[in-house]
C-alpha cells in the first residue's frame, strides 16, 4: 500500500480506513464501498441569469428606503415635543453605548 503523503495526520488515516476497510471487504465477499467525493465547481455567472442586475436594483430600494427613513425621522425630530425628545436622546445614547 502506497500512501501519498501530502498533508500529514489527519489524511493518512483516512486513507489507512479506507484501505483497510476495502481489504476487508475484497476478503469477506462484500461489494467495495462506493465513495462520492464533491467536484469543485466553479461559482455561477451572475451576469448569465440577470442576478447582477436584481442585487443592483435590491441595493437601490434599500438605499432609497433608508434615505426616505432618514427624512422621515429628521421631520418627526423637528416637530416633535421636549419630552418624545428626551425619549429619542435616551434611546440613541442606549444605541451608540451597544
Not at 52 to 62: E, P, S
Not at 77 to 95: A, G, N, P, T
Request: overall charge positive; hydrophobic content about 25%; glycine content about 4%.
Amino acid at each position: 500500500m502506497e500512501i501519498k503523503k501530502k498533508h500529514g495526520g489527519a489524511q493518512q488515516e483516512s486513507m489507512l480506513i479506507k484501505y483497510y476497510a476495502d481489504q476487508w471487504c475484497r476478503d469477506n465477499g462484500y461489494p467495495l464501498q462506493e465513495r462520492r467525493y464533491n467536484e469543485r465547481r466553479t461559482m455561477t455567472d451572475q451576469t448569465r441569469w440577470g442576478i447582477d442586475l436584481v442585487q443592483q436594483k435590491n441595493k437601490h430600494r434599500a438605499f432609497k428606503e433608508q434615505q426616505e427613513m432618514r427624512e422621515e425621522i429628521k421631520k418627526f425630530i423637528s416637530d416633535c415635543s421636549v419630552f418624545h425628545m428626551h425619549k429619542m436622546y435616551e434611546e440613541m445614547k442606549r444605541l451608540e453605548k451597544n
